[in-house]
């Protein structure tokens, strides 16, 4: 029987006995602790009927009820909402400890990546994260910028090419391009393996974004995809997408062998001299094998769960909230059978391309950085990517403040906690609270994006894109927060994104080239709007257009 044959009752009758099981386990959780205030319950089932996916709804509540609140969840449950800096970096910092990743979340992780360090937690997520740590030093970064450099210096020639057949400027979609770029850097510098998308070449992984990309999918796929984050047995129902999966999933395990397979005979003296490995595994996986401290080496599982999560995940080209846990995605069949989404938050892992885009929206940034740029004849180097050039350094940041890859994370509390709190609250009981008991099991959502704009920590002008703010002092509010320069949009804490030395330099590096280069404009001018399109990955669209491409009108600096 072919799984579309499936009938909508079969299904019916398999999910209510799982959300059953499921209600039944999870009623037993988060029920003491003090009753805060948030807003009502509005769908039996899924708790809120429209998710909370625009920051609007949760700046709104911030306002409504405090910096911590409570929000009804699917199936009875309540998440807890923490934008007080003080409370969050007590999450963060308690992460090992008190707040990891929900069972379910991690079981889909396992199954979709493999055990790697996105699973992990405790002593396991310790001993990977030291093993890992090295690969992701200032020094490996600062050999791999040649590569990024490659990559878009391909995207440069092409794009050349174009321009000299159409004399003057294209419209393109720029997009892909900039995922080519990210996909093929990620592929060389990250583990040796050239995907040779820029070169137009397919690959299971790209053909897998494609085939989300184009929404391909039919409901059927799209409900067993969204059920599989609450029940990741569900990942094994052959869909089309799913097959699409798994051979992705497939070809990064021979790739992750292959690593594997030549870091053992370059150390054997089996390679000859310059064909040896500079990617981060690779030296990694080297460094490993002449280093008798067996206690932290990788198996060969974490290895290729990291060249996996590298891929798929890093690649921007995730097409799932990697660490949202129960949460995501829930589903009502009740009367219509259509899917909806508890909480779909938008997962614009395309930071190359916002930064055109706001680029397009702001010419007089492009003027600035350009000028700022215009001391180089050649590509600057590392060191100077990173610590020269303040307006790309600012711009950069000012991008990853707006549109931070990872919209919002979810814990869960391992065990009961207490988190402070920088400013009181007020219970719904009416009494006032300066710390917050929390029960073991209950559900904490760190919501990234909207402490990233919220005018409390940035002023008045939180919303909009303004680099030069990081010239300026920041507010005392955004002090207290860490994170990588007072922003959370690397996380924080003990699991504070690994690579993000290795974004920023891929990041400067393709917008140096490319604002030296050439001019971004929209082609129907400053005055296009984006909205975001709520696809199974949420993607930004033209408002009164078909289809999510978004291309820019590039010309050539004279
Ligand atoms: C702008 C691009 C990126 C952003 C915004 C970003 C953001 C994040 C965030 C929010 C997390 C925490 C996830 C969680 O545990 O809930 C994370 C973890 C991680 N990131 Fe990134 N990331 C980026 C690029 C990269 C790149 C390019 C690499 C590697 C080449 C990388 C490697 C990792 C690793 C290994 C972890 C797991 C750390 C741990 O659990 O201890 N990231 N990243
Ligand atoms: C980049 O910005 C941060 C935050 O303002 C600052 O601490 C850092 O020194 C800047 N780096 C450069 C190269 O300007
Ligand atoms: C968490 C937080 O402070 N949110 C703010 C986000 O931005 C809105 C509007 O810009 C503010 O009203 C919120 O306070």
Redesign the pocket.
Known sequence: MSPSSLSIPGILVLLGLWLCTKLFLLSRHGSHGPKLRGPPRSNLILGLSTPPIKDAFYAEWVAQYGPVYEIPAALGRKKLVITDPTALLHVYNAERAVYT?SESSRTFLARVFGRG??W?EGEV?KR??RA?SPA?SNAAIRKLTAVFYDSVHKVKSYWDETMESTSGDVIIDVEGWMNGIALDS?GI??FSHDFRSLAGEESPVTRAFAALQRNERTSFSELMFGLSFVFPIFLRVPTQVMRLFWDMRHSLDVIAENLLENTRREKEGMLPEGRTDKS?MGVLLKAEQEDADLQLRMTQEEVAA?VR??SV????LTFCP??RSLVGWCVTLLSSSIIRLESKSPQD?R?HQWALMELAWHPETQDKLRKELDQFRVDPTWDQLVYELPFLNATVLEV?RLH???PE?E?VAAHDDIIPLGTPITTLSGETITSLTVAAGTAIILP?RCVNRSDEFWGADAKAFRPERWFEEVTDRAKELQGYHHL????DG???????A???A??KAVISVLIRHYVFEFPDGRETKIEEQEMLVSRPKVVGQDGTKIPLRVRRVE
């Open positions: 990743k360090i996105l992990a997520h990977q994260r890992l992701f990620v510098a990250g981060l990291q999560m590298q995940f890093i690649t921007r990697a660490d892992m930071q990853l931070p890859a990872v994370t814990r990234i959370l949009t690397f996380h003990p699991r504070i994104c690994l690579g993000r290795f974004a920023l891929e990041i």
